[in-house]
């Protein structure tokens, strides 16, 4: 007998969880976006990206991307949340150039590079255009983005500021990006939702991530398929 299909192990998970935390994964992954995505380029302080993460998960990004050139993705459990847990995080550390290879494949996949830093192209996040998918850039907690991010973006985008200090936390910045992009983006009208195929691999991972050893529940249940 062949291998159970995906639904097949989501519909015989469901019966581990209850009523109300199914009610909750189909509100969330109804609002799931693919539209817009994180992409963190060596970020090192681990409560920064921890941050960023859970922020993620609130306004609806499901994918983020992890940039290692010079330093490793690491998140603070307390300041996460567990939300590595509801997101799908790809990370780059294994080229001799993880930033330019990383912005080439979501270029490839259709996605516009939007730069978080002053440049004399810049617009503020009310002006910047969502009718076409983008993946926005934030760099290290000192430099910024690269210059490799700088020569390859499409646009670049800022935060206007009033004050003495010349920028925002990391993770300031990125939840009020996401907050008013995706706003933007809800509001617009487009489709911006995640592929049914997407949801189904996502909806799998969460039920395996919730359920206490998943992994040998699926296993007794492909035996039993199997006898």
């Not at 060596?42 to 050139?69: K, P, T």
């Not at 603070?76 to 847990?85: F, Q």
């Not at 780059?92 to 590079?113: A, D, F, P, W």
């Not at 933007?184 to 799998?204: A, C, F, V, W």
């Amino acid at each position: 007998m062949a291998p159970s299909s995906k639904k097949e192990q989501i519909d015989y998970l469901l019966q581990f969880i209850s009523e109300r935390r199914k009610q909750r994964f189909d509100e969330v992954i109804a609002e799931r976006m693919n539209h817009m995505r994180v992409v963190l380029e060596d970020i090192y302080q681990a409560h920064n990206a921890s941050a960023v993460l859970r922020s993620c998960d609130c306004f609806g990004i499901q994918y983020v991307h992890f940039i290692e050139n010079r330093n490793k993705y690491k998140i603070s459990d307390d300041v996460a949340m567990g939300s590595s847990n509801w997101l799908s995080i790809q990370r780059h550390s294994e080229k001799e150039q993880n930033t330019l290879s990383c912005v080439m494949e979501l270029k490839q996949q259709g996605y516009r590079i939007v730069a978080t830093t002053l440049h004399e192209k810049d617009c503020t996040l009310d002006q910047l255009p969502v009718d076409k998918k983008f993946a926005l850039v934030f760099g290290t907690e000192i430099d910024g983005i690269s210059a490799q991010v700088m020569e390859q973006a499409d646009e670049f985008v800022k935060i206007p500021m009033y004050g003495f200090t010349e920028s925002f936390n990391i993770s300031v910045c990125a939840a009020l990006c996401m907050y008013e992009l995706t706003e933007k983006i809800r509001k617009s009208g487009i489709n911006y939702h995640i592929s049914e195929e997407e949801k189904t691999d996502i909806y799998l991972e969460w039920l395996k991530n919730s359920i206490s050893k998943s992994d040998l529940i699926l296993k007794e249940f492909e035996d039993k398929r199997a006898l």
